[in-house]
């Protein structure tokens, strides 16, 4: 049968007990548009569908091993993509990446030692530490050059002798970096200098984009190393619930062996095998998926630096999870507000370690990505506000305070002829975006139907963020409603071409004023 996915149509999920849809709208509310947890709004391959739907009609699902078939195919899958040779005796069984990332905690160290993780990280790296009497020892990424990366340097600072473990996200989840080699080795170089367990969550690895390349931790070193992964992230059947390490260490492997056998958990799920088994059969699905993929990212990425420049998207290297920082936003919640205002479910940043971020889930059909994104807009944009008032009003402090940091500390104006004694006959207003004072400008009536428009400020660092033609707009409405005839102001010579594009022409020759060169401009209103 056709192995074609088809990532256009959304089938709907509600009414299938989805965490992802029907939790969120049971909460929230039916008008509530869920975009956060690592949960693909896409079917899954057809072959499997076909394979499951055979191994239900079969009508028996008594107790099920995995078989070599089952073994064979995991190894199968990383010599195909990941270039990896795999020992059959290296893969060990498991319930779920994240129980697994527990068994190993409790294996391999005792109450009140130290794990390490990487935030912002995968809110379950957090838990099973915590949860298990260990301490979490947060090795924070750090931005550099615009990139994501590992604190090397800090990282060796932390280890002591309570140290004995490490849990990688590779690729990480959420800011989607796709570790390279040399990265990856630095950081083995150092674990195995104070003698810490690795374990790597590799369980994005098949989700990678062009030209990024995934690196196995095995492909770096194997001692004292542990890799969990599993089919559910990449083929959508993270219900199938399914998990397998890989374990060339035979202490390590040994002693966990052990572990599963003395809990009773070694049985597994007759769908979750059968699953896997055709799962890695669909490498031109996976292919497919990450074409669509790779548009999703490419437009969402492009959607938010464009229409919501405060917004702060990574592009990410892998995974379909893309990492926002809101912070230049000065957002105390923005999971909250978008959720509140935009009707839309992102995951909170603070869940991962950091409270001024969101993250969004782009494995889904482009019209509902499409919509999302027109939502988180239409709220962004309805967080930009501009009032008018006289001098009087108490907020006409914060309009000084903008015209003090651009005019009398940014251009180096004297305050005198700053403040020239003009601002009590002059309507004032004050552009803010979440509360935060942005722009401001001054007019006044300089004669019968002839505003002059004077004093337009707009904050450094939020400058080329279109508040400049969002105040002049707005300012034009105002003095429009209130009779205005014709708009006229003296531009400075660098911000000339701004005015030209709002339909202002240059009327004088250019002259200084306050030392630094203008030309008379005006519009007539329309």
């Known amino acids: 049968m056709s192995n074609n996915g088809d990532f256009d149509t959304f089938q709907g999920r509600l009414g299938t007990d989805c965490v992802k849809w029907d939790m969120i709208v049971k909460l929230y509310g039916d008008d509530v548009l869920p975009m956060w947890v690592a949960d693909m709004d896409f079917p899954t391959s057809p072959k499997i569908v076909e394979r499951l739907k055979k191994r239900v009609e079969h009508g028996f699902f008594g107790y099920t091993f995995r078989s070599d078939e089952y073994y064979g195919a995991i190894i199968d899958w990383y010599k195909l993509r990941y270039g990896m040779n795999v020992d059959r005796t290296w893969i060990v069984d498991g319930p779920g990446v994240v129980p697994m990332l527990s068994f190993f905690v409790n294996l391999f160290s005792q109450p009140g030692d130290k794990v390490i993780i990487q935030p912002p990280i995968y809110p379950p790296f957090f838990k099973v530490v915590e949860n298990n009497g260990r301490r979490v020892i947060e090795n924070r990424l750090v931005k550099k050059d615009g990139k994501w990366q590992m604190d090397l340097e800090s990282l060796e600072k932390l280890i002591d002798e309570r140290t004995k473990m490490i849990i990688l996200s590779n690729p990480h989840n959420p800011v989607g970096r796709v570790w390279t080699h040399e990265e990856l080795e630095k950081l083995y ?86 699953a896997l088994k055709e799962a890695y059969k669909c490498s031109d699905w996976v292919d497919e998926l990450m074409t669509y993929l790779q548009a999703n990212r490419d437009f ?60 969004l889930n782009f494995a889904c059909p482009r019209t509902l990505l499409q919509e999302g994104l027109e939502r988180m807009k239409k709220a962004y944009d309805n967080a930009i506000t501009v009032e008018h008032f006289e001098m009087s009003d108490i907020r006409f402090k914060q309009c000084m ?126």
């Not at 374990?199 to 030209?211: F, K, Q």
């Not at 935009?342 to 370690?353: E, I, M, Q, S």
């Not at 022409?505 to 209103?525: L, N, Q, R, W, Y």
């Open 189 to 274: 170089e150092i674990t195995q200098k104070h003698g810490i367990m690795v374990i790597s969550d590799e369980i994005h690895a098949d989700l990678i984009y062009n030209p990024h390349r995934f690196v196995s931790f095995l492909n770096v070193g194997q001692r004292n190393v542990v890799v969990l992964n599993s089919p559910g992230k990449t083929f959508n059947i993270a219900g199938l619930t399914n998990s397998y390490g890989i374990i060339p260490d035979e202490k390590i492997r040994a002693a966990y062996k052990v572990y599963l056998e003395n809990m009773e958990l070694n049985s597994t799920n007759v769908l979750s095998v059968e």
């Open 401 to 526: 305070l903008i015209r003090e940091m651009v005019f009398i500390i940014g251009q180096n104006i004297e305050r005198e002829i700053e403040l020239d004694g003009k601002d009590e006959e002059a309507l004032h207003f004050l552009l803010k975006h979440f509360s935060m004072p942005i722009a401001t400008a001054r007019a006044r009536q300089i004669e019968d139907g002839v505003w002059k428009i004077e004093r337009v400020a707009v904050l450094k660092e939020y400058r080329a963020y279109g508040y400049g033609k969002h105040i002049m707009e707005d300012i034009e409405r105002v003095l429009k409603e209130k009779g205005a005839k014709k708009y006229v102001l003296n531009a400075q010579i660098q911000v000339q071409g701004f005015y030209e594009k709002l339909g202002y022409t240059v009327v004088s020759d250019v002259f200084e004023e306050a030392g630094i060169p203008h030309v008379k401009m005006e519009k007539v209103v329309a």
């Open 300 to 359: 969402a990425y492009q959607y938010i630096t464009s229409n919501m420049p405060l917004l702060k998207p990574e592009l990410p290297e892998g995974t379909y999870l893309m990492w926002i920082d809101c912070s230049t936003a000065r957002l105390d919640k923005p999971q909250q507000f978008f959720l509140d205002k935009a009707r839309v479910y992102l995951n909170d940043g603070a869940d991962f370690g950091d409270g001024k971020c969101v993250r």
